[in-house]
């Protein structure tokens, strides 16, 4: 129901852009989670995006590199990744949430995305 694209492998210090796409509803309704989860850790959260007024939240590491938005033409919900270091290397899933308290809370959202890879080597 959740469909992740724009994953892949870029140098250090370089950028990319993840989408989270819906199926069969609108994203619009629903606030927004980045998740990533690198080898042999646990799954974390990276960025929210709220369903109204557009709040966002991001992980300590990620701020001021990281940019989360919705494309409200496209539907889509994207995070904006500068300055990758090697660190952000993971697969990142996007999720859903109709309520929530708590932004990286992964028990609160109610749809998942298969994830995509995300790596940073050089």
């Known amino acids: 129901q959740l469909v992740e694209s724009g994953g892949g492998l870029v140098q250090p210090g370089g950028s990319l852009r993840l989408s989270c796409a819906a199926s069969?509803?609108?994203?619009?309704?629903?606030?927004i989670g980045w998740f990533r989860q690198a080898p042999g850790k646990e799954r974390e959260g990276v960025s929210y995006?709220?369903?109204?007024?557009?709040?966002?939240w991001y992980r300590r590491s990620v701020r001021g590199r990281f940019t989360i938005s919705r494309d409200n033409a496209k539907g889509t919900v994207n995070l904006q990744m500068n300055s990758l270091e090697p660190e952000d290397t993971a697969v990142y899933y996007c999720?859903?949430?109709?309520?929530?308290?708590?932004?990286?809370?992964?028990?609160?959202?109610?749809?998942w995305g298969q994830g995509i890879q995300v790596t940073v080597s050089s």
């Open positions: 069969g509803f609108s994203l619009d309704y629903y606030g």
């Open positions: 995006i709220s369903k109204t007024y557009d709040n966002t």
């Open positions: 999720a859903a949430a109709s309520l929530i308290s708590t932004p990286d809370d992964e028990r609160e959202y109610d749809f």
